[in-house]
């Protein structure tokens, strides 16, 4: 069984101009080699794959919330881009837990709106 450690949880707080998208834990920008949105190790327990993609999503979150002028610039559709959707290994749980964590915390947020009301505000704009 593969034993995970879980990244540090931090502030992504900027200190003078928006914190950088490859500070969050899962974002690899290596000097040699391609970069990836969604560099996930390679898991042997599928229900381990999903507790860290929740801690992922947590990540996610909360450098939305320290950034909140980065919001509506698809960072999610960047992270998604890179995401092996075919893979049927068990660190498919990752992106599992990932996208489950995000739909909770998404009913939260969209419990305290009138939905549509906002969406006609965003088209207005």
């Avoid at 707080?13 to 390679?42: E, M, Q």
């Avoid at 381990?48 to 919001?71: S, W």
Wanted: glycine share 6%; aromatic share 14%.
């Amino acid at each position: 069984m593969t034993k995970f450690v879980l990244p540090l949880r931090r502030s992504y707080a900027p200190t003078s101009v928006r914190a950088p998208f490859f500070a969050l834990p899962f974002i690899a920008r290596p000097k040699n080699g391609p970069p990836s949105n969604w560099d996930v190790p390679r898991m042997d327990d599928y229900n381990e794959a999903c507790a860290l993609g929740r801690e992922y999503a947590g990540h996610f979150l909360q450098y939305l919330k320290d950034n909140p002028d980065a919001v509506g610039a698809n960072l999610l559709g960047h992270i998604a881009k890179y995401i092996d959707f075919a893979d049927k290994s068990e660190t498919s749980g990752c992106w599992v837990g990932f996208f489950s964590y995000l739909e909770r915390v998404l009913h939260h947020g969209a419990s305290d709106i009138d939905v549509f009301v906002d969406v006609d505000r965003m088209q207005a704009r």
